[in-house]
């Protein structure tokens, strides 16, 4: 596990860039960026590096032209410890964009010293169970919790069959889908997603209806996905959390905190 040094874990976070399927994806020296366009408008730029910060405004603008001519009306930026210059958290409010979210890099070690699986621990959750997707209708029920747990946009057809599509690649490649549904009885509370990567694990999406949290509903789907990942070959389990919500949860039952990533949204 002395492999896992800092900077190969933040090179595992960004091997992990969300990109949606239904995405155009351009990538430079200076950054990575998808942009869906429509009614279901996100364009998320990752790994943005200036290396002359006088260059900034001028940068960006053309970063504004490239997002606009793709259709795309606005960015959101990821800032991590890697971005540059190192004051572009500060930077940005200059030129218009605005914080929007906080949050952390936490690491869990699924492997012991000894090699064998290890695991975090959580309460058990009365009457909750996790299971995998495995059908069109359990996956239907994922996405109709996405707005209701995150206040995301309800993706058009479009969008929603190029999801619908990803889902089933997945399954026919390894069959496991990557996608996690918490039930109370029969009813979805809450969902997750996990892609496994070799010895690299990634939480991402985990979420609960606010008619069920504190119940130790979260706990179990991270739980349930470790578990997998750990089965399959993981050594590592990353997720990006945030800093009021989740990442306090996961601290206390043993997540190790890397360093912030940080999300900057203009609007045109």
């Not at 860039?17 to 239904?22: G, H, K, L, T, V």
């Not at 699924?110 to 309460?123: C, K």
């Not at 490649?173 to 496994?196: C, K, M, N, Q």
Request: with cysteine; glycine share 10%; aromatic share 10%.
């Amino acid at each position: 596990m002395a492999r896992w040094t800092a900077d190969r874990i933040w090179e595992a976070v960004e091997e992990g860039r969300w990109i949606p399927p239904s995405a155009t994806r351009v990538t430079t020296e200076e950054y990575d960026l998808a942009v869906t366009p429509g009614s279901y408008a996100l364009t998320y730029v990752y790994g943005f590096r200036v290396a002359d910060p006088t260059r900034l405004g001028e940068r960006l603008t053309a970063l504004r032209q490239r997002v606009e001519s793709l259709g795309g009306n606005g960015a959101r930026i990821q800032l991590t410890p890697r971005s540059r210059p190192i004051d572009l958290a500060g930077r940005l409010e200059q030129y218009g964009y605005r914080p929007i979210e906080e949050a952390e890099v936490l690491v869990w070690r699924l492997v012991d010293d000894q090699g064998g699986p290890r695991l975090p621990q959580f309460p058990d959750a009365d009457g909750v169970s996790v299971r995998e997707l495995e059908s069109d209708a359990e996956y239907d029920q994922f996405i109709e919790l996405g707005p209701a747990i995150f206040g995301d946009p309800v993706p058009p057809p479009e969008a929603r069959a190029r999801f619908l599509s990803e889902f089933h690649r997945q399954l026919l490649e390894d069959g496991h889908s990557g996608r996690f549904l918490a039930y109370h009885t029969t009813t979805p509370i809450g969902r997750a997603g996990l892609e496994v990567a070799g010895p690299v694990a990634r939480l991402w999406g985990t979420g609960v209806l606010a008619d069920y949290r504190r119940r130790g509903v979260y706990g179990a789907l991270v739980w349930v996905r470790c578990d997998s990942a750990v089965r399959r070959g993981a050594e590592i389990a990353l997720v990006t959390a945030r800093v009021g919500t989740s990442g306090p949860i996961l601290k206390r039952h043993g997540f190790e905190p890397m360093g912030p990533v940080r999300i900057f949204e203009a609007r045109w």
